[in-house]
């Protein structure tokens, strides 16, 4: 087990854990520490009351000592060393004519290197400036470009509140904002309002976000029905941070405007026509199987009803008067087949029958019809009635 120390090597910069190890540190205390870019001065700022497991712990870095007076002293050699590399870059910077601005210079503990930050609007070919500073300081020369945000917190300042800038004081990273953030707090989307010293959208905004997120999904929308305790309104405006509900409720001809708290609100029920409209949604959405009723009076139609009498013949009462149905082509018969598939009951086809005083051309069907009643048709062949006389002799025998 060991304990865990928060070290900052910058002012306001990112908080880095270290393993103590077996020293006896204490909060504030400065402490020589191995980092990326060497062995560096920092100051334990966060000391941990609870212990972590040796899985942990092993992954950590470990503080090398406790800060000696020569350390400090080295130290402050180096921020002195610092204020003169700053102005004799400067000057290389405009000998040169490059379009960049120089934010700030740091040693390295060890007196190794010196980094020199900047700013500018794009890529700036410094190579040749580079060269002129490190036969001048007669050390590596590292050269990072930095974006606005950064440049305030390492310049400080006051922010529209009038109090220390955040990123000065106690931001160790920034966070993401959006202008939705401000939107979503009811605040004034003018630039110069929203902005911080650093001509970006204030840290400030990311602070009470969570709270309006979480807030929004248990108060009404604007534009809702509500109930409140003096009868039904619409919801006109919303307090987050009060968690009240402005409501305008309308009394005849005339309307106000009341406040109320959260827990006195109530949503209100969906009126009649409302239901009738999302009912009629519904019955859209949902699929309807219809059924084909066919229309009585037409030839070769599934609803027509025959009878056969005794002597074998069919009799249509759909009142096609004896008429056989003209014959279908390969594509309705096809269509009829799949019609027939799709309803609930099957359905008899119409009986084609031959009429003996034309010529159109046999069918299958009405070669079945005379084959059954071929015994009849060869007693009436001497005769050649009529199909009306069959009919009417057919009748007479029924009754």
């Not at 980094?115 to 190579?127: E, I, K, Q, S």
Request: proline share 4%; aromatic share 4%; hydrophobic share 30%.
């Amino acid at each position: 087990m060991a304990t865990i120390a928060g070290v900052q090597f910058q002012k306001n910069g990112k908080i880095y854990n270290y393993d103590i190890g077996n020293l006896t540190i204490s909060q504030n205390d400065y402490v020589i520490a191995d980092t990326s870019h060497g062995i560096d001065l920092g100051q334990v700022t966060v000391l941990s009351s609870q212990e972590s497991p040796d899985d942990h712990a092993s992954q950590l870095k470990k503080i090398i000592r406790i800060a000696t007076e020569k350390d400090l002293r080295i130290s402050s050699e180096n921020r002195e060393k610092e204020k003169e590399a700053f102005s004799i870059c400067q000057k290389k910077i405009a000998e040169h004519k490059l379009d960049m601005k120089l934010v700030s210079v740091e040693y390295a503990f060890d007196g190794s290197k010196a980094l020199f930050y900047f700013t500018a609007n794009g890529r700036v070919d410094f190579r040749s400036l580079v060269k002129d500073l490190a036969s001048v300081f007669k050390m590596r020369i590292e050269l990072r470009q930095i974006g606005v945000r950064d440049e305030a917190r390492m310049i400080g300042g006051l922010g529209p509140c009038g109090r220390q800038i955040c990123c000065g004081a106690f931001l160790d990273e920034f966070q993401p904002v959006s202008i939705k953030m401000a939107k979503e707090q009811n605040l004034s989307l003018n630039p110069t309002k929203i902005s911080g010293v650093c001509g970006r959208l204030m840290c400030c905004l990311k602070y009470e976000q969570d709270h309006y997120e979480q807030a929004r999904k248990i108060m009404p929308r604007i534009g809702k029905e509500v109930i409140t305790p003096d009868g039904s309104g619409i919801v006109s405006d919303l307090n987050i941070l009060k968690e009240s509900v402005f409501v305008r409720i309308t009394n005849g001809d005339s309307s106000e405007i009341k406040e109320y708290p959260l827990e006195l609100i109530q949503k209100a029920a969906p009126s009649a026509q409302v239901q009738q409209a999302r009912a009629k949604d519904i019955s859209a959405s949902d699929p309807v199987v219809t059924r084909d009723t066919p229309s009585e009076g037409k030839s070769g139609s599934s609803d027509h009803r025959k009878e056969k009498n005794e002597s074998g013949v069919r009799h249509d009462h759909s009142g096609n008067n004896g008429h056989s149905a003209p014959a279908k082509n390969k594509e309705s018969r096809r269509q009829e087949k799949s019609d027939g598939q799709k309803r609930s009951s099957p359905l008899g086809k119409p009986v084609m029958r031959e009429n003996t005083t034309s010529k159109a051309p046999k069918t299958a069907a009405s070669a079945i019809s005379e084959k059954s009643a071929e015994p009849q048709a060869e007693e009436k062949k001497e005769a050649a009635p009529s199909w009306a006389d069959a009919v009417r002799k057919a009748m007479d025998s029924i009754s």
